[in-house]
């Protein structure tokens, strides 16, 4: 048995690191771990300008220790309204490195989201000429279509089409939660990756009602069916490149999660690597780990692998109950549980 792991410093290909204060408590986690990281833009306003990207990945390196090693990659949150010319031109500057697709009120901050994505024709263009990925998030809005369906419907009614009427534009599928998703992606004629979050390869929507409402284990997508986790496991330790790591770290205060109208979000940064490899391992995968985690996004991206490397062993050590104090107090993924190993560095 393994003991001990080393493998080439992984990047995450979608973080939310938010701002202000939780920014300056939570950045360091992803840091600690990874080499780049795709980050959100939906912040408040936001991000939908190259200036302002370029303020905020200010903000997040002010927010690390000194002399940390890490990239963050920033994104353009697009909106009906959203400026080809501008986001080919952050582009080309090295501010964007992708455009982010939230359907209008699908999740946490994403009000300024699109509406009809025919209305971005000439960014989808735009992005198809110029090698600029599109990051989707899946999911249709409709609220008479169930909130456990929204994704396949998505893959469906929105994600078919658009590959056929763009079929060199480089997408990728964030944090899939399906097996239509899965399936989708692995079969498609088309430049299409998917990220996939630990919690969705972990654990299924019973997690969120066990003995009661489990409001830390809610995010969005939802957590699905059993035969679904299933699927999406089955596709993160295929060895496939066209699955990679995308922790969609999305951190809350407790009293956030813990209320009568819970966030979305599972803040899983401090232990992420460690709870990859457990999934990995179990499936009798760890020889395939390192390309999920540390080559398959960078590939698809077209950037560089990274040069340092990282190592795990197996340590029996608990996730603490909570991180943080105060107003950035934060439940982590996996809270009271030992996920088998420890990052060493």
């Not at 408040?44 to 303020?55: D, F, G, S």
């Not at 097996?179 to 390869?201: K, R, S, W, Y």
């Not at 979305?264 to 401090?270: C, D, K, L």
């Not at 909570?322 to 420890?342: C, K, M, N, Q, Y």
Request: net charge negative; with cysteine; glycine share 8%.
């Amino acid at each position: 048995m393994t003991q001990r792991l080393t493998i080439r410093r992984p990047d995450d290909w979608h973080v939310h690191l938010r701002d202000g204060a939780m920014l300056a408590a939570v950045a360091g986690f992803t840091a600690r771990q990874f080499g780049r990281a795709i980050v959100m833009p939906n912040l408040t306003p936001p991000v939908t300008t190259a200036a302002a990207a370029a303020r905020y990945r200010t903000r997040i390196l002010a927010a690390l220790d000194e002399g940390t090693a890490f990239t963050p990659l920033m994104t353009c949150y697009l909106t009906d309204r959203s400026d080809a010319a501008d986001i080919a031109a952050g582009h080309a500057d090295g501010v964007f490195t992708a455009c982010k697709l939230y359907p209008a009120h699908a999740t946490t901050n994403s009000a300024y989201g699109v509406t009809d994505i025919l209305a971005l024709t000439k960014v989808l263009e735009t992005l198809q000429r110029i090698g600029m990925p599109l990051l989707i998030h899946g999911e249709v809005t409709d609220r008479s279509i169930d909130i456990f369906d929204r994704e396949a419907v998505f893959v469906e009614r929105v994600l078919t089409p658009l590959t056929r009427e763009f079929p060199a534009l480089k997408i990728v599928l964030e944090h899939i939660t399906t097996a239509e998703a899965a399936a989708f992606v692995a079969e498609a004629d088309h430049p299409i990756g998917a990220t996939i979050t630990p919690q969705h390869l972990m654990i299924n929507r019973n997690a969120i009602f066990d003995g009661g409402l489990r409001p830390h284990a809610y995010c969005l997508p939802v957590l699905k069916r059993e035969a679904h986790r299933l699927a999406v496991r089955r596709a993160a330790v295929s060895g496939s490149p066209r699955f990679f790591l995308g922790t969609d770290s999305a951190p809350h205060v407790v009293g956030a999660k813990e209320s009568g109208c819970g966030c979305a979000g599972i803040f899983n940064a401090p232990f992420a690597l460690e709870a990859y490899a457990r999934v990995f391992d179990e499936e009798g995968a760890l020889d395939r780990f390192e390309g999920f985690a540390a080559e398959h996004g960078a590939r698809f991206y077209g950037l560089p692998l990274n040069e340092g490397i990282v190592t795990l062993e197996r340590d029996p050590a608990v996730v603490p109950d909570r991180i943080g104090e105060g107003d950035t107090a934060v439940v982590p993924f996996l809270a009271g549980e030992s996920t088998g190993w420890r990052f060493v560095g």
